[in-house]
């Protein structure tokens, strides 16, 4: 222990830090003597460092190299993804610079620029690149190929905004459109003329939304900041800069945006919500818009609903084996009612819909209430709920059990009064789906009972509550084994000595360099057993009913992430992020 700051040296690292490079290769047998003495020649007939000689020769790869760096410990290496770049600060270094001296700026923190480069310790390219940017630089290391892949990423997206800003000039004239709008049952052509909003402004918002929807986005961010008007995209949970344009352009798309969906333009100091219905191609699709008064102007957020999507069947849900056994049972009861519950945004929809396809035929009546309607179907009667004009899910529930229905979806329960009703409706020889917020299976019982819900009808018409989380899945492009990390097996309670592989995703052009592609569902599905019914009369506590769960073979969201991440289909720090309660 160093007694001036308290700080235990650890000896392996400090006797790393001072062996030269060709030894710490040797002896972790990546190379032999024969190559290091090899390379040393080379080294000093061409005057360059060791680990380009190395890596020039093909003796060892650029990963070695970088990993034997940071077991050296004289320079900081990073793992290069162009999704931990700040493209604001990489461009004010310049793509000639960057591509010049074989750099990229990947951030500022407290007015300090991390300088990402192949040798950090060439103190004269890092003083050449402070002196520039005016600012101190952390010079750090990272592989030749990674920095050169980082610097394309940076500057081929800037051209590729300028590709987009070209796109809606040319449509200025063309007045081409894919998308309409439908406002009150009339269709409006966006390559129209607008006394409200200028012809670029229509067709900008045009293009956002058609490249949202091809890139899967299930919501547009629009925010006015303080010296641009920056438009992102949120695709699998991330979101990810897509458009970064001049502030005067934030106006005018706000108002555009509050046109289609019946807003008042006047309105800047106050949140608004609209909707409106899009047609891309020969897709309709719905557009739930909110704007809100910020410090730097009016910003929006625009959720995208895909109406017209391919549903799932209950097969296509990630579920295990067991798991889908019990979600078939719930299904085929007669009547009852089935919760599923989570968070916004977890699937919940998704789930609920997989098992009306499975209820879906000619002899049964379905009708769901939804705010709004997320999936089309056809064959079933479909309710948008509208509370601004009094239709709200208890009102709409009472009309929907005068309509002699087999099968009701209610999107969700909000109240004690919803939840009343929706109680009468499972014991009178309905079928009612619903969603509830709540964190786990056991838990949406304690909080019926919190809407003065009697214990014993909880018992009579409860079938079964899933409770549901989505992660992100692993870029299949990109996927690729991991060291284990202590921390992360401490915290899910996995053993250090366990024998099965992890991986990540190290980040690739397909997956915009966050190792991540598409997303999976995590289940914890409880189905009411005669000891659960038992239990849920008496009113005993979550922790009663979690413990029999198990007992029963419940597996919780927990186990059923740690399946997955064992299977190589998410990480397990995206396991951690969505099982970890408090």
Same mark, same amino acid.
């Given at each position: ?37 090899? *390379? ?24 070695? !190299? ?56 060439? @103190? ?8 520039? &940017? ?16 980082? !610097? ?13 800003? *070209? ?91 509050? @046109? ?5 333009? *006047?309105? /800047? ?10 047609? !891309? ?197 990109? /996927? ?14 996995? /053993? ?79 396991? &951690? ?6």
């Amino acid at each position: 222990m160093d007694p001036r700051n308290n700080i235990v040296k650890n000896p392996a690292a400090t006797k790393a830090r001072h062996t030269p490079l060709g030894e710490l290769l040797l002896k972790a047998g990546k190379l032999s003597e024969d190559d290091l003495n090899a *390379a040393l020649a080379y080294k000093k007939e061409r005057g360059m460092k060791l680990g380009q000689a190395l890596v020039e020769l093909k003796l060892v790869t650029e990963a070695i !190299i970088a990993e034997a760096l940071r077991q050296q410990g004289r320079v900081h290496c990073i793992n290069l993804t162009p999704g931990i770049v700040d493209h604001e600060i990489a461009m004010e270094l310049g793509e000639e610079r960057s591509r010049q001296l074989g750099a990229v700026a990947i951030n500022r923190i407290c007015g300090v620029t991390t300088v990402v480069m192949e040798d950090p310790s060439d @103190v004269y390219t890092v003083d050449e690149i402070a002196l520039f &940017l005016k600012t101190p630089v952390l010079a750090v290391h990272a592989e030749p190929s990674r920095i050169g892949e980082s !610097i394309d990423d940076v500057f081929n997206a800037k051209k590729s905004q300028t590709d987009v800003l *070209a796109e809606i000039a040319h449509t200025v004239s063309s007045g081409e459109s894919s998308v309409q709008f439908n406002l009150g049952g009339e269709e409006e052509d966006l390559g129209a003329e607008s006394e409200d909003v200028e012809q670029p402004v229509i067709n900008m918002i045009r293009k956002v939304l058609e490249e949202g929807y091809e890139a899967r986005a299930s919501d547009i961010h629009l925010e006015a900041r303080a010296t641009a008007f920056v438009i992102r995209f949120r695709v699998d949970g991330s979101l990810y800069d897509r458009l970064m344009l001049p502030k005067g352009w934030a106006r005018p798309a706000l108002a555009r945006l509050k @046109v289609i969906a019946n807003l008042d333009i *006047a309105q /800047r100091r106050l949140p608004q919500d609209g909707r409106t219905q899009i047609e !891309i191609g020969s897709r309709k699709i719905d557009l739930r818009i909110a704007t809100t008064p910020t410090l730097t102007g009016e910003s929006a957020v625009i959720r995208i609903l895909d109406g017209g999507r391919e549903l799932r069947d209950l097969e296509s849900l990630d579920l295990d084996p067991t798991q889908l056994e019990a979600l078939k049972r719930m299904t085929d009861c007669a009547d009852g009612m089935v919760l599923a519950t989570g968070p916004t945004g977890s699937g919940k929809t998704t789930t609920l819909y997989a098992m009306l396809k499975k209820l879906h035929k000619p002899d049964t009546k379905i009708i769901t209430l939804e705010d709004p309607v997320e999936n089309q179907m056809d064959g079933i009667t479909q309710i948008n709920a509208n509370p601004k004009a009094g239709l709200t899910f208890a009102k709409g529930l009472r009309s929907i059990l005068r309509q002699d229905p087999d099968v009701v979806l209610v999107g969700e329960i909000r109240d004690e009064e919803t939840a009343e009703i929706a109680v009468q409706a499972a014991l009178t020889g309905h079928l009612v789906l619903s969603t509830l917020h709540t964190v786990g299976a056991a838990e949406t019982i304690t909080r019926l009972a919190d809407m003065n819900i009697e214990p014993y009808l909880l018992a009579d018409t409860l079938r079964g509550v899933v409770s549901q989380r989505l992660v992100r899945r692993i870029c299949p492009n990109c /996927r690729t084994p991991v060291e284990p990390n202590l921390e992360l097996f401490e915290r899910l309670g996995i /053993r250090a000595d366990e024998a099965a592989v992890f991986y990540e995703g190290k980040g690739c052009k397909q997956c915009h360099g966050v190792g991540y592609k598409g997303r999976c569902g995590l289940y914890e599905i409880m189905r009411m057993t005669p000891e659960m019914r038992g239990l849920v009369s008496a009113g005993k506590s979550t922790e009663d009913l979690n413990n029999s769960a198990r007992d029963a073979g419940l597996i919780t969201l927990r186990d059923d992430g740690l399946r997955k991440a064992r299977s190589g289909q998410t990480t397990l720090s995206e396991v &951690l992020s969505v099982t970890t309660r408090g």
